[in-house]
Each structure stands twice: as structure tokens, then as C-alpha cells.
């Protein structure tokens, strides 16, 4: 039967039942949540220790990829084939992840709030809409995480609990931990940049010893000071301080350390460096828990069947994911569980292409009403294919979720949320703007009121 939750209201029928939305008000930065508490009675999964969030800048197009609808503007080389029941695929341009589809879960039944990058690349990170009043406030997804599993780090967790992989690009920007503390903002890495200056050699690790000495001697009481006026200074002391542990710590070498074997196995480039950096971390289990990376490029208005487009970058997320896939699930823990089983991985971009025939400028524009997310690992029972769009993918026409309706990104954080043994229905009440601070929002940005977890990943 359905509940009041389940049915879609306007954000004024919202209000005219009498849920008001609370005002931002000045940005006081130097506050700290004190509270928290659930609004319901709900049981997280706890299946996932790791959670890996793979962001396709710019909007992968769906109906090209991996919820193909097939036109007279199908260009021919694509080499379409029937790969199982209701799975077209395009084989010139996934033909490894054809192989590996047992191994995933396609949600095909998703959609985005916002048709604007910027706002919603930032609801991609953040699971909430962007709001100017709040914007500085609100914290990332990532950093909820590394709030949340704070409390269970080891003294030997050296590594920051949230790092960011190639978050260069986004007209969002990476976003920081908002009002929680500075030690769960995400720690950025560039792969097309030098990884070994994060394990120096013996002799430059005396250099950078005897500067952080110095520096402590410099600054110690600015480091220390207990008022809300220093704050600043202790975040920065934390980040200094979480640095030089890392640098210090002597896995650092092998986790920032990529092989010439495993770089051609996952394609040779930036994005295969990142899913290699991301799987090294997983695999020493060193205190980072929530992964987020990002390919970038995939805004393709224009040209989007030129093989530097569409073709290539859908060639490197082939090559990169599907080593990735094989990687997680063939290492195994003492206690017999693979990485994969301990990670929960999304790929998805922040909203769909146009469907039907490309545009003038022979690209696609963005769409919000539909589009695909990959996802794998975690607890999940994979191998499915949940939701069915129209025949040119413009409508989500099948949810075949509990939420009957279409996935939103609210969704896929309280999925996050419970796989990782976090209580999604927590909120934060004394924030730097007065403002409760929901896990997941209860009012969506437009019309959804209720957000679930994505149940049919698991059964």
C-alpha cells in the first residue's frame, strides 16, 4: 500500500502542509556541530568498509552507452550486439565491461534534479541542492562518511579518510567539509602529477622532518590555542600534521606507486592511474574509507561521435573500470572476502545527454529526466538490470525499485549511507547558520518528499 511519503508534492503543497523551509543566515565559520540525532527508527547494512564514487564529468550519454536506443543517427562502427535478454551493447566502445556485466548492476531508471553542471555536479557530491545561503556550510557526501567513521580509526590509520582523484575540472569545484571539521575535507591528488613526492627518499624525509620541527617551534601556540578565533589555525595544524603522517608512513611508497604493467592493463591513462591509486588504497586498508574520482570531458554538445570524443573516452572507462573490477574481486582478506565485497562503487555523470537524433552541432545536450548509474560491490547481489526507459530513453517508463519512481541522488546517498553502516536518517542540529543539518534531505528540490534506500541492489 502506498504511504503519504511515497506520492510527489510541489515544494508549495510541501509548504502548505505546514513544512517550512529554514532561512540561511550568516556564514559563521567558526562553530562546530555539537548534536545529532535520528528522525526514524532504520537498520544500516553495514555491508561495505569502502565506498569508491566515480564521476563522469559533464554527462556520460546513455542512450550511446549503456542504455543504448538505437537510430538512424547510430553511427555503424559502434557494433551493436545482444549480450542478454533486453541488452543491446556497444561493443566497438565497452567491450570489456560486455565481459564483466555479471560482476555489475545497471540502474536504468535514474535522474537528476538540475540540467546546470555546476549545480549539479555539486548535488552529486553533496546529495543536497545547492543553496548561495548555505552553500559554504553544507558538507559533502565524502566528508559525512569521514565524519561518521572517525570514531573507528585505528592509531595506525595514517591516511586521510576521504581523498579526492583528479577533482580538477568540475564547474563545482571539489567541495570542502563544510562545517564539520577540517579533518573531513577531502585530500586532492592529481595522477597526472608526480606521486612520489607523497613518500620522499630517506634523505629528503631528514629535510622534511627537521621543517616540521621547525615549523611546530614557529606557530606551536597558534597550533594549540582552544578559542574559536584560532579554529583556523588548529585546521590548518591538522592538515599539516595528516600530511606529514602520511608522508611518514611507509606504505605510503607502494600506494602511490604505479607499475608499468599495471598502468598498460588499465589503459594509459589519467583515469587508469586514478582507479589504480583507488584500489591501492582499498587494498592496504590504511584509514581511507570514501573515494571519489572523476573522468573528465564528457560535456559533448557538439562532435560527440568524433573519436577523440565519445569513442576514447568511453574506450579509457572500459579499460580502467573493468581492471579495476577484476582487481577488487580477486584480492581476498584473511577472513575470505574480496575488495569488492568491502567496496561499494557508483559510476555515474551528473545528468543524462538528449535522446533521439543528435542536435545541429552533431552532439547532444544535457537531460536531466533519465540516465544511467553503474554500480557494483558492497554486499551487492550484481548481475541486474533495475528500471526500463521508453524506446528513445527520454522516460523513465519502469522504475522496478521500492521507490516507484525514479532514482534521484538522494537515493543513492541513503544507499551510501546504509551500506556503510551509517544511520542516513541522522541530522545535525547546532550549525554555523542555525539551520538542521539533514543526512538526506526529506524535501527533495523540486517534488520527491521521501528518499529510500535502493533496496533491489542487495536482493
Avoid at 103 to 119: C, E, M, Q
Avoid at 153 to 181: E, H, K, M, W
Avoid at 207 to 224: H, I
Amino acid at each position: 500500500m502506498a504511504t503519504f511519503l511515497d506520492h510527489f508534492l510541489t515544494r508549495r503543497e510541501v509548504f502548505g502542509l505546514g513544512r517550512a523551509a529554514a532561512s540561511g543566515y550568516f556564514f559563521l565559520p567558526l562553530l562546530q556541530p555539537r548534536e545529532g540525532r535520528a528522525a526514524a527508527k532504520v537498520t544500516p547494512r553495514g555491508t561495505a568498509k569502502f565506498c569508491l564514487f566515480f564521476m563522469l564529468d559533464g554527462g556520460q550519454s546513455h542512450v550511446d552507452g549503456w542504455d543504448l536506443k538505437e537510430g538512424p543517427w547510430t553511427p555503424q562502427n559502434f557494433d551493436i550486439k545482444t549480450i542478454g535478454p533486453g541488452i543491446r551493447w556497444p561493443m566497438a566502445l565497452y567491450p570489456k565491461l560486455a565481459e564483466r556485466l555479471n560482476n555489475v548492476t545497471l540502474i536504468r531508471s535514474a535522474a537528476a534534479w538540475d540540467a546546470v553542471h555546476g549545480r549539479a555536479q555539486y548535488y552529486v557530491q553533496a546529495a543536497h541542492p545547492m543553496n548561495l545561503a548555505l552553500k559554504k556550510e553544507i558538507p559533502p557526501l565524502g566528508s559525512v562518511v569521514a565524519h561518521e567513521l572517525s570514531k573507528n580509526r585505528r592509531a595506525g590509520d595514517t591516511f586521510p579518510p576521504y581523498v579526492a582523484i583528479n577533482v580538477l575540472q568540475s564547474q563545482a569545484g571539489l567541495l570542502s567539509s563544510g562545517f564539520l571539521p577540517a579533518s573531513n575535507s577531502p585530500f586532492l591528488v592529481n595522477t597526472s602529477t608526480d606521486l612520489t613526492a607523497f613518500s620522499p627518499d630517506p634523505e629528503s624525509k631528514k629535510d622534511l622532518d627537521r621543517r616540521w620541527k621547525l615549523l611546530l617551534e614557529f606557530d606551536g601556540r597558534l597550533r594549540t590555542d582552544s578559542s574559536l578565533a584560532a579554529k583556523a589555525y588548529r585546521d590548518y595544524h591538522d592538515h599539516y600534521q595528516g600530511a606529514n603522517k602520511l608522508m611518514s608512513d611507509p606504505r605510503a611508497g607502494k600506494i602511490f606507486t604505479i607499475s608499468a604493467e599495471d598502468k598498460k592493463r588499465y589503459g594509459n591513462t589519467t583515469t587508469g592511474d586514478a582507479c589504480i591509486l583507488a584500489r591501492n588504497l582499498i587494498d592496504a586498508d590504511a584509514g581511507t574509507h570514501f573515494i571519489f574520482l572523476q573522468q573528465n570531458g564528457w560535456d559533448h554538445h557538439s562532435a560527440i561521435y568524433e573519436h577523440k570524443n565519445f569513442y576514447q573516452l568511453s574506450w579509457d572507462l572500459d579499460s580502467a573500470l573493468s581492471a579495476l573490477l577484476d582487481d577488487l574481486g580477486r584480492v581476498k582478506r584473511a577472513d575470505g572476502k574480496t575488495l569488492l565485497d568491502e567496496t561499494l562503487l557508483f559510476c555515474l555523470g551528473e545528468f543524462g545527454r538528449t535522446p533521439g537524433p543528435i542536435n545541429l552541432l552533431k552532439g547532444r545536450d544535457h537531460y536531466p529526466a533519465a540516465y544511467t548509474v553503474l554500480t557494483a560491490g558492497g554486499g551487492q547481489k550484481a548481475g541486474k538490470i533495475i528500471g526500463k526507459t521508453d524506446e528513445t530513453g527520454a522516460k523513465v517508463v519502469a522504475p522496478e525499485w521500492q521507490g516507484r519512481r525514479p532514482v534521484y541522488m538522494e537515493d543513492i546517498a541513503t544507499t551510501v549511507y546504509s551500506a556503510m553502516g551509517i544511520d542516513w536518517t541522522k541530522t545535525i542540529h547546532e550549525t554555523p547558520s542555525g539551520r538542521e543539518f539533514f543526512y538526506v534531505e526529506p524535501v527533495s528540490a523540486t517534488t520527491a518528499i521521501s528518499n529510500k534506500e535502493v533496496a533491489e541492489l542487495f536482493a
